[in-house]
């Protein structure tokens, strides 16, 4: 398995530009993640989905759309590039499964990001 | 909303001493993961705790969650060069959300 596959590795744009960074899974995992990662900081949750056909918000989902027309793939896609936009991005998949003691686990699948410069 | 605040921000050790890191949520967390990631790498996943008071180890590591499920910590016992690395605590809120993530340095 190549688990979490990101496109491209790194990437300058030019503001205004527009452009879709790739994630792709071989673990068939229902649910998946987009996060920006801003240098020194911590992961911020841009959209997320729950499976083929659903998408949803997450905490900084302004500049961005995201789709999901397949269980393996969800683009994640910049219209206007702004400055604010330079970042780390990450995807990531997930199976969620019922625990021995009744609870639910979890377990969080990177891929190796996406570097993008905008000036 | 919902915050995961972490601290210390940064820490510097001498290999051989031991280094904790603190996990606090603004609500109460179904659970917690703490995730790992190296200068210039991707999160990686070390650990799930459910149960109000549980801790866990994985070797010179251990994981406790608070009683009340708004805290966390990791503490790692004599600390490596391969322990280099930032880490994060992480819980499901309405969404998921990342800590603010301790980076540890470890001087040989």
């Known amino acids: 398995n190549a688990g979490v596959t990101q496109t491209p590795k790194f990437r300058i744009l030019k503001i205004g530009q527009s452009m879709t960074l790739q994630c792709t899974q071989d673990m068939n995992h229902n649910y998946m993640y987009w996060y920006r990662q801003d240098p020194g900081m911590g992961l911020k949750l841009i959209y997320y989905s729950v499976g083929a056909g659903i998408t949803d918000k997450g905490e900084v989902p302004n500049g961005y759309n995201v789709s999901r027309s397949t269980t393996e793939d969800f683009p994640l896609r910049l219209e206007l590039a702004a400055p604010s936009q330079t970042s780390v991005y990450f995807c990531?998949?997930?199976?969620?499964?019922?625990?021995?003691?009744?609870?639910?686990?979890?377990?969080?699948?990177f891929g190796p990001g996406t570097r993008l410069l905008v000036l | 909303g919902q915050q995961v605040m972490q601290i210390p921000q940064y820490q510097h050790v001498q290999e051989g001493e031991d280094f904790t890191t603190y996990c606090n949520s603004s609500?109460?967390?179904?659970?917690i993961q703490w995730y790992k990631q190296r200068p210039g790498g991707h999160p990686v996943f070390l650990i799930q705790l459910v149960k109000s008071g549980e801790v866990k180890k994985q070797k010179r590591l251990t994981f406790q969650f608070g009683e009340a499920k708004k805290n966390s910590s990791l503490h790692i016992t004599a600390t490596q060069t391969t322990d280099v690395g930032t880490y994060f605590c992480a819980g499901p809120g309405n969404q998921f959300y990342f800590g603010t993530g301790t980076s540890l340095t470890v001087i040989p």
């Open positions: 609500t109460t967390l179904s659970n």
């Open positions: 990531a998949s997930s199976f969620i499964y019922p625990g021995t003691g009744g609870e639910y686990q979890e377990t969080q699948y």
